[in-house]
Every structure is written in C-alpha cells, then in structure tokens.
C-alpha cells in the first residue's frame, strides 16, 4: 500500500502564501503521475496541479501564475507552492499519485486517473 501524507495547511489572509508538501515512498516520486487536487464541503474535488509520469506540469486555471508544483526527488517529496492566496483557494489540498505500468494517468484532470490517496491538509484563506 503506497502511502501519501501531506503537511503544511494552515489559516492566512489574503495575499499570503504556503507550501504544502507530500512525502511519498521512494520508487513513486520519480515513475508515477502526481497531483494536487483540493475539495470544498459540498462540491466535487477538483484538480490543482500537476506532474506526469515525464515531469511535465499543468495546472488549473484558477491557480496558473499563482501555485506552482514541484518534486524535491532527493527527499521523496511533492511540493505546492502558493502565492497570492484568495478565499476562493479555501479547500482541503490532497495529494494524489498513480502507476501509469498499471492504467493510471490516462487524464490527469480527474480523480479516477490516480489510486493513492492522501488524507489532506487543510487551507483558509480569510479577508
């Protein structure tokens, strides 16, 4: 069982930043897909950003210019870097991973491209 834990959440205000990090066993960061998604109560989880088995990025719409996405590939870890926080970006962040060798990956937009799972770490943002 591959696990996902995530840190770095936390309550700022508008205009501030954070970094939340995933650490993931060794042989994930480098040959599986990963993301960040994030979901509100009430609403569908949603993607952020994120890493293809080829280290190519994308990211949502709502974020590009703002988060960026990141792999520290020595210390087994996935980063998202935000900036210029607003209230919209109040969510629970997850990171996500999966195996391309095993069908994962075929759209890294939705949550059924990916079989690992964190258990989340929370950001608000207040004005």
């Known amino acids: 069982q591959v696990q996902l834990k995530e840190s770095g959440g936390g309550s700022v205000e508008v205009g501030e930043s954070l970094t939340l990090s995933c650490v993931v066993p060794?042989?994930?960061?480098?040959?599986?897909?990963m993301a960040w998604f994030r979901q509100d109560p009430g609403k569908e989880r949603e993607v952020v950003a994120t890493?293809?088995?080829?280290?190519?990025?994308t990211y949502a719409g709502p974020v590009e210019g703002r988060f960026n996405i990141a792999k520290d590939k020595a210390n087994n870890t996935l980063f998202l870097r935000t900036s210029s926080l607003k209230p919209e970006d109040t969510a629970m962040h997850y990171c996500?991973?999966?195996?391309?060798?095993?069908?994962?990956?075929?759209?890294?937009?939705?949550?059924?491209?990916?079989?690992?799972w964190g258990q989340g770490t929370q950001v608000t943002v207040s004005s």
């Open positions: 996500a991973a999966g195996d391309p060798r095993r069908g994962d990956c075929y759209n890294l937009a939705i949550t059924g491209a990916y079989r690992y």
């Open positions: 060794e042989y994930v960061v480098g040959r599986y897909c």
């Open positions: 890493f293809d088995h080829y280290d190519k990025t």
